[in-house]
């Protein structure tokens, strides 16, 4: 990768890879079709870049409250319209946004099991369902199985990435085609590797860092509190 790209940015190249991978090449997304994504973190965000560059119809991002920021950002990115799961009925909004629902939904969304709930509701027929965000052993309660048939749906796992999609994401990236600096929120020295993190892992109050780099000879970060 080209030295001269800040190594916060450069580091990016996981998310990235991932977003190309559970938004593009897996669910097969291209020109027309209208994608989902739950969940602002920087895989979510990430998603709408790769749903951007597959030239799709529209793109719907969900967030928090406190993702605010995030869902601005998202728009920045490419996506269309942005639900903040907590003011609005995250499955009638997208509904609506869409038309009646997407043909691509990629769950990003961590320890949120009834996101899987909400991603076969808005799942038009035939459409292509993503599951990436980790649930914590958490089950999902009353699953629509049924919806699932009905619709023919194909619900993929995901875990990580291909290696194509890697090199995609590490060519984007020296293209500089995406403000991928506006995600990249903190940079920790090697010395406070365990606050960056705690501070990912939502664990520091007062602090919603969206991509964080541990990087040699960063000056140290003064936390809230």
Request: charged share 20%; hydrophobic share 45%; glycine share 10%.
């Amino acid at each position: 990768m080209d030295p001269r790209i800040p190594a916060g940015v450069a580091v990016m190249f996981n998310p990235l890879a991932a977003g190309l991978s559970w938004a593009g090449s897996i669910p097969a997304t291209g020109p027309g079709d209208r994608v989902v994504i739950l969940g602002a973190g920087q895989r979510g965000l990430c998603c709408v870049i790769a749903a951007r560059a597959a030239g799709v119809r529209q793109i719907v991002i969900t967030g928090l409250t406190r993702d605010a920021h995030k869902l601005a950002l998202a728009r920045e990115l490419g996506a269309d319209v942005t639900i903040n799961v907590e003011a609005e009925d995250v499955v009638a909004r997208a509904r609506e946004a869409t038309g009646g629902g997407a043909e691509v939904v990629v769950d990003t969304t961590p320890y949120a099991p009834q996101s899987l709930n909400h991603a076969i509701a808005i799942a038009v027929r035939k459409g292509r369902i993503v599951v990436a965000g980790l649930k914590g052993q958490r089950l999902a309660n009353e699953l629509p199985v049924d919806d699932v048939i009905f619709k023919e749906l194909t619900i993929r796992g995901v875990l990580s990435m291909s290696v194509d999609d890697t090199f995609r994401a590490i060519d984007l990236i020296e293209s500089d085609r995406s403000p991928l600096e506006k995600m990249h929120t903190h940079s920790f020295p090697i010395e406070q590797a365990e606050d960056a993190i705690r501070a990912l892992a939502g664990e520091v109050p007062g602090m919603n860092p969206l991509h964080i780099a541990i990087v040699p000879g960063a000056p140290r970060v003064a936390l809230p509190g």
